[in-house]
C-alpha cells in the first residue's frame, strides 16, 4: 500500500516536472531543401538534450518543388515533436516567418534557416538569456561575411548605411532572422498583419527587451542559396520602402530646388535680351536641360510609383499565405480552446 502510494506520489512529481518544462519552437522556412532538411534535423536532435525545453520543430514548406515536403513528412512519421505547413506555391520567406509564428504553440519561438547557417550550438545561451536574464527577444548579427562574394558584401553594406540613414527604425547590419521570442514578442510581430513584409524592421519596430549575440558568418550545409543579386536588389528596396517615405521627401525638394534654378535662370535671360536683344542661339544646352528635367520628372514619378504600388498591393488585402496542407498535433489537441 505503501509503495502503491510512493509511486502514485512519484508519477505525480514526474507529471508537475513535465508540465513545467516549457515548450520552444523551432520554425524552419524551407524551400527547396530537400539535402538540408536531413541534416538540420539531425544538428537540432544533438542540441536538444541540452535545452531544459520540450521542443516542436515546425518546418514551413514554402512551396518548395523537390522532395522537401517528402523528406519533413518522413521525419514527422518517427519523430512526433515534428510538424509542417506546407503552402499551396511558393509566398517567399516572410510568409514562411509569419505563418511559422502563427502556427506554433511554444512558449518560446526561435526561427532558423535549413541550411545551419544559424547555429544551434546558440540555443542554450539563447534560452538563458529569456528565461533568467529576463530578455523578451535574443536576436543574433553576423560579425563577418566570410564566404560571401565581396560584391555582394559591399553593397550589403553600403543598403544598411542607406536604410539607416533613411528610417527611424534601426535596420541592423548583419541581422538575422535567427532569434528567439518570447510569445508576447511572437504576438506583437503577428500583430502586424501589413502584406509587403520586411521582417527585419518588423523585429525591430515591435520593440521589447532585445539581448544581441554575435557570430561570425557561417557557410551553408548543402544546397544553394535562394537569393540572386536581383532579388537581394528588389528585397533592399522593398525595405527602404516600407520603412522610410524619405525618397518622397527627396523627390520633392528636388523639384523645389529646380524650380528655383530655373526661375533664376528665366531672370537672367529676360535681363540679358532686354540688354544685349535675342540672337538665337543655345539649342544643344536646352535640348539637354529638357532632357534632364524629363528624366528626373520620371525618376520622382518612378519613387511615387513604388509607394503606390506597395499602398495597392496593401489595400487588396491578400492573404499573406495559403496552406496546401499541415500536421500540428499540439494544436489539433488545444484546437478547443
Ligand atoms: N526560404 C524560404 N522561401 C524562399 C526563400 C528562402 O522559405 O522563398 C528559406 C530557405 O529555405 C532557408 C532560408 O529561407 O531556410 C534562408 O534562405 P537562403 O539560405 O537561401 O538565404 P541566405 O542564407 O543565402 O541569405
Ligand atoms: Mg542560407
Known sequence: MYNQCQDILKL????GEAQEKKLLSVIIPCYNEQETVPI????????APELNVELELLFIDDGSRDRT???????????ERVNYVSFSRNFGKEAAIY???QSATGDYLVLMDADLQDPPSLL?????????????????????????PPIRSFFARRFYRLINRMSKTEIVDGARDYQMMTRQVADAILSIGEYNRFSKGIF????????????????????????????????????????????????????????VVAFVFIIIIIVRTLVFGDPTQGWPSLACIIIFLAGL??????ILGQYLAKTYLETKRRPIYLIREKKIASKETESVR
Open 12 to 15: 505525480g512529481e514526474a507529471r
Open 124 to 148: 542554450p545561451q539563447m534560452l538563458h538569456e529569456i528565461q533568467d536574464n529576463g530578455y523578451d527577444c535574443v536576436a543574433t548579427r553576423r560579425v563577418t561575411r566570410k564566404g560571401e
Open 40 to 47: 538540420f534535423y539531425r544538428a537540432i536532435s544533438e542540441i
Open 297 to 302: 520628372q520620371l525618376f520622382s514619378i518612378g
Open 204 to 259: 525591430e519596430w515591435v520593440g521589447f527587451k532585445k539581448k544581441w549575440l554575435e557570430y561570425e558568418n557561417v557557410e551553408r550545409a548543402a544546397g544553394e542559396t535562394k537569393w540572386s543579386f536581383w532579388k537581394l536588389f528588389v528585397y533592399a528596396m522593398d525595405g527602404i520602402v516600407a520603412y522610410s517615405t524619405v525618397p518622397l521627401v527627396l523627390s520633392s525638394v528636388l523639384g523645389l530646388l529646380l524650380f
Open 69 to 79: 515536403l517528402d523528406e519533413i513528412k518522413k521525419l514527422s512519421e518517427k519523430d
Open 99 to 101: 505563418a511559422g509564428l
